[in-house]
């Protein structure tokens, strides 16, 4: 019995004590192990909307897409065509992706632009088809140069019997040898006929191409030999109908009138010359009525 108690009395009390350190360690240990823990769990709990106000902050920031640039617009003057344009402000793709973007504004024909056009460069145009301005109304001290154009144009549009006709269908503006310092001859080597862009423009006479293209201060021209061994030009055309070494005959149309190269409007130059070049200019009118032509 007495080992047995003493067995079980050192055994109890090695229980009890270690129950007591533990109870009373635990009681000390546990009440700071609490408190630390409780304050440092408290710390993210209160940072953590904080953090969820920034983060709600950033998404929107994160998420906007950057913002493209505004497409630029160009307003047609004259004297302007699309490949020119394309050049001068850098479209990629060249003159074809001005056309393409722009094919509503413009129309079918991407030779044919007019002054006061709006072009977008570099994205598809939204805007609406352009609207052909009304004719303004004449002033009164105009109605004298216009009625001499509508009869000069009226007697155009009449054949001779010779096979020649006029160019176009419309009356003279700026005469053959009128002078001005515009001119690198000092005069006017042609006359001008007051031709809207599109007006279909004639070969005077049977002949053939010599040349039919770009032409510098001329634009896009066409120059024709006719049987006599004259030379005919038209230039500024919007458009072309015929190519170098084609046989044409009088009242053929070989192109559309428009303000190509060197031009401050819509309108035909024409020239009658001796020589296919420049500088062999005889007066355009005066030939016209030689071969029976009532201009």
Do not use: C
Not at 113 to 142: N, Q, V, Y
Not at 144 to 168: D, I, L, M, N
Request: zero cysteines.
């Amino acid at each position: 019995m007495p080992a047995k108690g003493k067995h079980r009395r050192p055994k109890s009390r090695t229980i009890t004590r270690g129950f007591v350190a533990a109870g009373t360690g635990g009681a000390a240990i546990a009440l700071p192990l609490l408190g630390a823990t409780g304050a440092h769990a408290a710390a993210p709990a209160a940072a953590a909307p904080q953090q969820a106000v920034t983060a709600a902050q950033a998404a929107p920031e994160a998420a906007a897409p950057a913002k493209k640039a505004a497409p630029r617009t160009y307003t047609v003057v004259a004297g302007d065509y699309l490949s020119k344009i394309a050049r001068n402000k850098n479209v990629k793709g060249g003159w074809q992706k001005l056309y393409q973007d722009n094919r509503q504004v413009i129309g079918e024909d991407p030779s044919l632009i007019l002054p006061g056009m709006k072009l977008t460069l570099g994205a598809k145009s939204t805007a609406a088809p352009a609207k052909k301005a009304a004719p303004a109304k004449p002033k009164a001290d105009d109605t004298r140069t216009e009625s001499r154009a509508s009869r000069s144009a009226a007697k155009a549009e009449a054949p001779a019997a010779s096979g020649f006709t006029a160019p176009v269908a419309a009356g003279v503006t700026t005469p053959y040898r009128a002078s001005g310092s515009m001119w690198s001859s000092g005069y006017h080597t042609g006359v001008d006929f007051a031709a809207s862009s599109g007006t279909s423009v004639k070969a005077i006479g049977q002949g053939t191409v010599v040349s039919a293209g770009w032409s510098g201060a001329y634009g896009n021209e066409v120059v024709i030999q006719h049987t006599d061994g004259t030379y005919s030009q038209y230039a500024h055309l919007s458009s072309l109908a015929v190519s170098s070494g084609q046989s044409v005959s009088g009242g053929q149309e070989i192109g559309l009138s428009g303000s190509t190269g060197n031009s401050s409007g819509p309108h035909l130059h024409f020239e009658v010359r001796t020589g296919p070049g420049y500088g062999s200019d005889i007066d355009p009118l005066a030939y016209l009525r030689q071969h029976g032509v009532s201009i």
